[in-house]
């Protein structure tokens, strides 16, 4: 409906005018509606001297309010530190190049040196937890490859990326499909802990319980009994 202004003109006081206006609505809008309110309360004896003072004011008593949005909420990088992984029948984790695979495997002494290193990072989750497991992100040593748990055919799998700017993962949103990266490490035990996929919880990283060199280190859920899900981690006593 449309409301002409002539309409309105005679039922205002002299002087005094009503229009209709699509732009936004400012303080000194606000302040300039309330001394014609004023006006029309107080009929035509009302003092233009007073109009001024009001104005200033409700200027002057404005208060400026800054309302700061937090950033969504992230995991946030704490620190690092080199170690070593064997599963409860001590096997090692070594890496495939060929493949890109890790493979979970019996060393002997003179073949130690093909066991994988990992930087481990870990990180202060975004919101209380009732857990006590820490979120953790697992890069090979003297690379720029990652572990991350990412979905194929419909099922969480365990994969290496290259990550190019490890600056990303200083500071990841919870709610970003990065949070691949993480894990939470539980510890179980002295040294001895599991690792639960961040992105898709209950799925965990596991070796295969039969001695078989082919068998990746994957991911598999908790319910299943023929995985390997204990891992020891086992830090270097120089760097």
Same mark, same amino acid.
């Given at each position: =409906?449309?409301?002409?202004?002539? $309409?309105?003109? $005679?039922?205002?006081?002299? *002087?005094?005018?009503?229009?209709?206006?699509?732009?936004? &609505?400012?303080?000194?809008? @606000?302040?300039?509606?309330? +001394?014609?309110?004023?006006?029309?309360?107080?009929?035509?004896?009302?003092?233009? *001297?007073?109009?001024?003072?009001?104005?200033?004011?409700? /200027?002057?008593?404005? @208060?400026?309010?800054?309302?700061?949005?937090?950033?969504?909420?992230?995991?946030?990088?704490?620190?690092?530190?080199?170690?070593?992984?064997?599963? $409860?029948?001590?096997?090692?984790?070594?890496?495939?190049? *060929?493949? =890109?695979? /890790?493979?979970?495997?019996?060393?002997?002494? *003179?073949?130690?040196?093909?066991?994988?290193?990992?930087?481990?990072?870990?990180? &202060?989750?975004?919101?209380?937890?009732?857990?006590?497991?820490?979120?953790?992100?697992?890069?090979?040593?003297?690379?720029?490859?990652?572990?991350?748990? +990412?979905?194929?055919?419909?099922?969480?799998?365990?994969?290496?990326?290259?990550?190019?700017?490890?600056?990303? /993962?200083?500071?990841?949103?919870?709610?970003?499909?990065?949070?691949?990266?993480?894990?939470?490490?539980?510890?179980?035990?002295?040294? &001895?802990?599991?690792?639960?996929?961040?992105?898709?919880?209950?799925?965990? !990283? $596991?070796?295969? /319980?039969?001695?078989?060199?082919?068998?990746?280190?994957? =991911?598999?859920?908790? !319910?299943?009994?023929?995985?390997?899900?204990?891992? !020891?981690?086992?830090?270097?006593?120089?760097?």
């Amino acid at each position: =409906m449309e409301f002409e202004s002539n $309409s309105w003109s $005679s039922k205002l006081p002299q *002087g005094l005018d009503v229009e209709i206006s699509h732009h936004p &609505i400012t303080l000194r809008c @606000v302040a300039n509606l309330i +001394i014609a309110m004023e006006r029309l309360n107080g009929g035509k004896g009302f003092a233009l *001297g007073r109009d001024e003072s009001l104005l200033n004011f409700l /200027l002057e008593s404005a @208060v400026e309010v800054v309302l700061e949005f937090n950033q969504a909420a992230a995991f946030s990088s704490k620190g690092e530190y080199e170690c070593s992984v064997t599963d $409860s029948e001590n096997k090692c984790w070594v890496l495939n190049e *060929g493949s =890109m695979e /890790l493979h979970a495997m019996m060393l002997q002494g *003179g073949s130690s040196y093909h066991k994988v290193h990992l930087n481990l990072s870990t990180y &202060i989750t975004p919101v209380p937890s009732e857990t006590k497991a820490r979120p953790v992100a697992l890069g090979i040593k003297g690379s720029n490859l990652y572990l991350s748990c +990412i979905t194929s055919e419909g099922t969480p799998t365990l994969h290496l990326e290259e990550v190019a700017d490890k600056e990303q /993962l200083k500071s990841i949103n919870h709610e970003s499909d990065m949070v691949r990266f993480l894990f939470y490490k539980q510890d179980t035990g002295v040294d &001895i802990s599991t690792l639960e996929s961040a992105h898709y919880r209950n799925w965990f !990283i $596991s070796t295969a /319980l039969q001695q078989d060199n082919t068998k990746m280190v994957n =991911m598999c859920q908790s !319910i299943l009994y023929n995985s390997m899900l204990f891992f !020891i981690f086992v830090e270097p006593l120089f760097n």
